[in-house]
């Protein structure tokens, strides 16, 4: 694993031709070129190795090389790559919406299979405009979504996204209008987080009042916010958005890109917390990290919209890979192994075991929160204690990198999310990593 003596990553981009370098991330010297993957590490070209604690980006839950899925996808090649869409669908993409609708809760009827959360989230505002208006209710257009939420990096999600960096790109679309969440209020008032919750509701309640309860379609959360430091609602909230949603015939869509397919410790966080909404947006885990794929699983109150003709077909356009069968093959795959594996049970096994893991290497440097195996640490040093350039979460994430650790960090937060099939090994390891980096960053536990 070539490294300095400072643990400075290495990465042979001398061999690399970037004259016309993909862009996904801006490149840099420290930019690493993955070169293969087992189980839950990876390998970079000089041949380092990196223990992922954040399942690529909360993805590949069942890790990197998982057989059942690399068979179920090479089959479908073979036997059929794509069908035409605009013609018919194919039977495995049939089965995978028949068995997502199966983990969700009972009242859920379909399935919109998708490529990806952005165009999830865009497809969930698309299908709440058309409920209303099918109802009799097209006046009811706006939608309501967090101030310091994340929804996608496509257009129309990015204007649900309420954070001030997209407003470079500037106006979004029309009719989002942002509410506050408990914990920025609780952070911006200094109350607890109970009594922010509280404040939050009647703060939405009064919005919807001030906005028109009848221009209001839809309010879009994630049950837990993953930009805050995966930030955990207070009791009561969330049913209580499901009974202002009721009081105003609101559509309430959980945004459980992140949260869902068993990461909370149960199939999606709305039955990790008891509260039933209209529309569930799904995706990162559901395939498992093999094939591009999202879903907007959908409730039978709404799919009734779908039934007719004009409901039908003006919901259906979407993309060209939208059902894709190789996608659908990775996907189903990907729901019976977590059926075979009982992934909840099995999230909830680990969870109590890095829990307490965490919350020994982190002492009194932080506030550990978590939800399954998705974790959220935010740090109470002001400062780091090394020099850096960076926030205190992105010099805590940098330092474990250096020692070969993935988790990710931004401002004062940093976010775990290890996979399903991590060994308590692999916990221990992650733990004493973790713990060397605080060390660094922010010193010995005081």
């Not at 885990?285 to 959908?298: E, M």
Request: charged content about 20%; aromatic content about 8%.
């Amino acid at each position: 694993m070539p490294s300095d003596d400072n643990n400075t990553l290495i990465t042979p981009w001398a061999a690399i031709d970037t004259s016309a370098f993909c862009f996904e991330v801006p490149h840099s010297d420290e930019t690493i070129l993955f070169e293969s993957a087992a189980g839950v590490r990876l390998t970079d070209a000089s041949g380092r190795e990196y223990l992922d604690a954040l399942s690529g980006v909360f993805v590949t839950c069942f890790g990197y090389g998982c057989e059942p899925i690399v068979e179920a996808v090479t089959r479908q090649v073979r036997r059929l790559a794509f069908n035409p869409p605009l013609h018919g669908t194919s039977r495995t993409a049939i089965e995978l919406a028949t068995e997502l609708v199966d983990l969700a809760p009972a009242s859920f009827r379909l399935a919109k299979l998708v490529n990806g959360g952005s165009e999830s989230v865009e497809a969930a505002i698309r299908l709440a405009r058309l409920y209303h208006r099918e109802r009799g209710n097209p006046g009811k257009y706006k939608v309501l979504s967090y101030f310091h939420g994340y929804h996608g990096a496509t257009f129309g999600s990015l204007t649900v996204t309420g954070r001030p960096d997209t407003s470079r790109f500037g106006p979004g679309i029309p009719g989002i209008v942002h509410v506050w969440n408990p914990h920025s209020l609780a952070q911006q008032l200094g109350v607890s987080l109970e009594e922010a919750g509280s404040l939050a509701l009647a703060l939405i309640e009064q919005t919807i009042e001030a906005e028109g309860p009848d221009s209001v379609a839809a309010l879009f959360v994630e049950p837990v916010v993953h930009l805050l430091g995966m930030a955990v609602p207070p009791p009561g909230f969330l049913p209580g958005l499901r009974r202002l949603c009721d009081k105003y015939n609101i559509v309430l869509a959980f945004d459980e890109i992140v949260t869902g397919f068993g990461r909370t410790g149960q199939e999606f966080a709305a039955q990790t917390f008891r509260v039933v909404p209209d529309l569930i947006c799904a995706g990162k885990g559901i395939s498992g990290g093999y094939a591009p794929l999202a879903a907007v699983l959908i409730s039978e109150r709404i799919a009734s919209v779908l039934e007719t003709g004009d409901g039908a077909y003006a919901f259906a356009p979407s993309h060209t890979y939208a059902a894709n069968p190789v996608a659908a093959a990775a996907g189903l795959a990907a729901v019976r192994l977590f059926r075979e594996l009982d992934a909840p049970a099995r999230a909830t096994r680990l969870s109590t075991k890095l829990t307490a893991l965490l919350e020994h290497a982190l002492g009194d440097r932080g506030v550990l929160r978590s939800a399954g195996l998705l974790y959220g640490i935010t740090l109470t040093a002001a400062e780091p204690v090394a020099a850096a350039k960076t926030s205190p979460g992105q010099a805590l994430a940098q330092a474990c990198l250096r020692r070969g650790l993935i988790i990710r960090g931004q401002d004062d937060w940093v976010v775990l999310a290890p996979a399903f099939v991590s060994t308590d090994e692999d916990l221990d390891e992650i733990a004493a990593i973790f713990r060397a980096a605080l060390d660094e960053v922010l010193g010995g536990v005081r």
